[in-house]
C-alpha cells in the first residue's frame, strides 16, 4: 500500500525555521516527481515546491530564497527546509509523489504549520 507519511510541522515564531519531512513507501520514491503543497484556512490548495527525480526544482514566487527543497533517494524521503518563516506561511502542508504517465498520484494526509509570535 501506497502511503506518504509528513513529519515536522508546528508552532513557530515569524522569522523561525522548520524542516518538513515526507518518507513514502515502496517503489513510489523511485518513480515520481514529488511535491510539497499548502492549504491555507480558507484558500485553495497552492504549490510551494517540487522536485523531479532527476534532481530540478521549482519554488513558488511567495517562497524563494526561503524554502529549500530536498530528495533522500535512499531514504525515499522528500524534505522542505522552511526559513524566515512569516504568518502569512501558515497553513496545512501536503507532499505529493505524481507521475501521469504512470498513473502515479499519491498525497499525504498533511501537517499543520502555524507561523505566529
Known amino acids: 500500500q501506497v502511503q506518504l507519511v509528513e513529519s515536522g510541522g508546528g508552532l513557530v515564531q515569524p522569522g523561525g525555521s522548520l524542516r518538513l519531512s515526507c518518507e513514502a513507501s515502496?517503489?513510489?520514491?523511485?518513480?515520481?516527481?514529488m511535491g510539497w503543497y499548502r492549504q491555507a484556512p480558507g484558500k485553495q490548495r497552492e504549490l510551494v515546491a517540487t522536485?523531479?527525480?532527476?534532481?530540478?526544482?521549482a519554488y513558488a514566487d511567495s517562497v524563494k530564497g526561503r524554502f529549500t527543497i530536498s530528495r533522500d533517494d535512499a531514504k525515499n524521503t522528500v524534505y522542505l527546509q522552511m526559513n524566515n518563516l512569516k504568518p502569512e506561511d501558515t497553513a496545512v502542508y501536503y507532499c505529493?509523489?505524481?507521475?501521469?504517465?504512470?498513473?502515479?498520484?499519491?498525497w499525504g494526509r498533511g501537517t499543520l504549520v502555524t507561523v505566529s509570535s
Open positions: 505529493r509523489a505524481a507521475r501521469p504517465a504512470f498513473g502515479v498520484d499519491y
Open positions: 515502496g517503489s513510489l520514491f523511485s518513480i515520481a516527481d
Open positions: 522536485i523531479a527525480r532527476g534532481g530540478s526544482t
